[in-house]
């Protein structure tokens, strides 16, 4: 299990983040995001498509989950409030950085 304590950035771990349970942790470290400073560069959405690629059984509340340990939102306001940006910011992406991934 990842460690709460803080990097030598002085930031913390993945596990300090609310909303970023074990499964999310695992999912992100499986996807190449081993940590907050590689979370922060990428963004939620880039985040999140690269953990999608990685583990297509991934759902759209990672997604709120990561904007949501971002920005210090709780997830439920980025779902309710952020949906339609993130989303249409992931449309961008997969039709013009990544790969699609294939929705269910």
Known sequence: MPSTTPRATGEPALAALPGLGPKSQAMLAAA??????????????AAYARV??????ASLNLLWGL???????????VAREHRTSL????????????PKTPRR
Do not use: C, H, M, N
Request: hydrophobic share 40%; glycine share 10%.
């Open 32 to 45: 190449g995001i081993p940590d907050l400073t590689t979370l922060r560069r990428l963004g939620s959405v």
């Open 52 to 57: 999608k690629r990685s583990d297509p059984r």
């Open 67 to 77: 904007e949501a340990a971002l920005t210090g939102l709780p997830w439920q306001t």
């Open 87 to 98: 989303l249409l910011a992931l449309d961008a992406l997969e039709e013009f950085g990544a």
